[in-house]
């Protein structure tokens, strides 16, 4: 089946004082970021990856210590120094392509539970 159409802007919730980008129906998650990523540094500077940053999961906070500006320093180098991985890709590049559809696992999404594994 066709992929869903890119949505304008998710609802968000506050979640740990926070403002959090929510989603009825994961399959959105992929477009929203991307197109996030793509205009990383609009409304403000790397707002694209405060964008990540709040959608990942423990693991990645986990690596990163809860450092959002490690956080930052990583994918800025990872983009400059390989073009081809995903932050060079998403940041930098002009277009992507979705290679499947969105697999969630622990749908609905509103648990925080749910995963998204998918191909961009």
Same mark, same amino acid.
């Not at 919730?13 to 009825?24: A, D, Y």
């Not at 990942?56 to 320093?73: I, L």
């Given at each position: 089946?066709?992929?869903?159409?890119?949505?304008?802007?998710?609802?968000?919730? #506050?979640?740990?004082?926070?403002? @959090?980008?929510? &989603?009825?129906?994961?399959?959105?998650?992929?477009?929203?970021? /991307?197109?996030? /990523?793509?205009?990383?540094?609009?409304?403000?500077?790397?707002?694209?990856?405060?964008?990540?940053?709040?959608?990942?999961?423990?693991?990645?906070?986990?690596?990163? /210590?809860?450092?959002?500006?490690?956080? #930052?320093?990583?994918?800025?180098? @990872?983009?400059?120094? &390989?073009? @081809?991985?995903?932050?060079?890709?998403? /940041?930098?590049?002009?277009?992507?392509?979705?290679?499947?559809? #969105?697999?969630?696992?622990?749908?609905?999404?509103?648990?925080?539970?749910?995963?998204?594994?998918?191909? #961009?």
């Amino acid at each position: 089946p066709p992929p869903p159409k890119k949505p304008a802007r998710p609802d968000s919730i #506050v979640r740990n004082g926070k403002e @959090t980008p929510q &989603f009825e129906d994961p399959s959105y998650v992929p477009y929203f970021l /991307m197109e996030a /990523m793509r205009l990383n540094n609009f409304p403000d500077v790397d707002s694209g990856l405060r964008a990540a940053w709040d959608l990942s999961g423990d693991t990645t906070k986990f690596v990163f /210590m809860n450092n959002f500006t490690d956080f #930052v320093e990583s994918a800025h180098e @990872t983009a400059d120094a &390989f073009p @081809t991985s995903f932050y060079g890709m998403a /940041m930098h590049g002009e277009e992507y392509e979705m290679e499947t559809g #969105v697999n969630a696992i622990g749908y609905p999404i509103q648990d925080d539970r749910c995963w998204i594994a998918t191909q #961009v």
